[in-house]
């Protein structure tokens, strides 16, 4: 049985009443690539808590060995992926139901994104600290203001620091890469090249302001980096090649992809191989080019970040500024019962995939019509 109370909110000049649920329905793995539906009960707000009615939740490349099984039992990973029923799911937007006694930042029908790590963000509703919000912009569709990547990447970017007229170097052609090259494009760098297998993707990093894309199925991504760094100067049978570049960026998430990031680093010159991406229990291999390259490892996830929500305000106001071309990137809404389709969608990356949205109610989605919907 389900109860409600009801809470009146001045939105602009008319007065409305949005239903608060005291129970929430949320999703959460109960076994390699299954899912299921339970009901929880809310408790009362903490003094600084908010309740957000979900609108999208981000399906996150990062939680794909949590849906295969491969975290459960490992030592050391986050507490939402340690065992079974997991939660799933962090990259909220949605719009404030309910606020703590002594939230002053929010009210009531306020239109947020930003980070759920609390619960499953796979979820009608999600309940979680004040600091972890903030204000969408309004110039952006609500579903694709999903503040939590970028968030990742204005964090990826500000630690990597980039020079000017550093050369810079991406490894994958996906969503957060993408993300990347837009943001990077707006600095003072001597080259930012693009690596992957999809030309439909990297088609797209050269729109948002790549200088050279490579489809390492078609030519060797090592010679044709050297090639584009050195220039006229290139030469395939110098040894050893004391050229590269200055930054390095890893999303493919492999040790294949990050030896070959760390082999193009520049070397002996303390370049930056810089590695957001998620590596599972795959074993490191990249010794050799640690000693003879000599690159600075840099692990960027949230949780690295100096200051989480001051990253969170730079990334909407980028985007508000048009900075990050989003809504061309989210390609496909599923909706809440369909958690292992789009996970097993993102896996395989097929359909013209690029990132997707879980929607808890599709008639929230302010731009309905721009996204392949998948119901179950």
């Known amino acids: 049985m389900r109860y409600y109370c009801t809470a009146e909110v001045w939105s602009g000049a008319w007065l409305r009443t949005l239903t608060v649920p005291m129970k929430i329905t949320e999703i959460v793995l109960t076994a390699p690539g299954r899912s299921e539906a339970r009901d929880v009960e809310l408790a009362p707000l903490a003094p600084r808590d908010v309740l957000v009615e979900v609108v999208s939740c981000g399906v996150c490349s990062s939680e794909q060995p949590v849906w295969r099984g491969e975290t459960k039992g490992v030592p050391g990973v986050s507490f939402r992926y340690a065992d079974y029923p997991a939660s799933l799911g962090h990259e909220i937007t949605g719009l404030v139901a309910e606020v703590g006694a002594e939230v ?3 009210r009531a029908g306020d239109r947020v994104t930003g980070i759920a790590y609390r619960g499953s963000g796979f979820a009608s509703h999600v309940v979680d600290d004040e600091a972890m919000f903030i204000r969408a912009p ?15 990447v204005t964090n990826i970017v500000r630690q990597a620091d980039a020079g000017d007229g550093d050369f810079a170097l991406i490894i994958g052609d996906g969503f957060l890469s993408l993300l990347t090259v837009a943001l990077l494009a707006r600095q003072s760098l001597r080259g930012l090249v693009v690596a992957g297998h999809h030309d439909d993707r990297l088609a797209l990093a050269r729109e948002f302001g790549a200088t050279a894309i490579i489809n390492g199925k078609r030519e060797d991504a090592y010679w044709a980096v050297r090639k584009l760094v050195d220039g006229e100067h290139h030469d395939a049978d110098l040894t050893p090649w004391k050229g590269g570049v200055e930054l390095a960026f890893e999303y493919a998430g492999n040790m294949k992809a990050l030896q070959l990031a760390a082999s193009l680093c520049k070397a002996k010159s303390r370049a930056k191989l810089v590695m957001p991406s998620f590596y599972g229990e795959e074993p490191f291999t990249i010794g050799h ?13 949230p949780a690295h970040s100096p200051d989480l929500h001051d990253d969170l305000r730079l990334a909407i106001e980028s985007l508000e500024a048009g900075h990050f071309p989003i809504e061309s990137l989210v390609t496909h809404a599923f909706d809440l019962s369909g958690v292992d389709r789009a996970m097993a969608m993102a ?19 302010e731009s309905p019509n721009s996204y392949r919907h998948v119901t179950s």
């Open 289 to 301: 080019y640690l000693m003879n390259r000599g690159p600075s490892l840099l692990v960027c996830h």
């Open 138 to 152: 309004k110039n952006v569709p609500l579903e694709v203001a999903l503040g939590e990547p970028l968030m990742a």
């Open 347 to 365: 896996a395989a990356r097929e359909d013209g995939y690029i990132k997707g949205i879980v929607v808890p109610n599709f008639e929230r989605l």
């Open 104 to 106: 002053t930042g929010f």
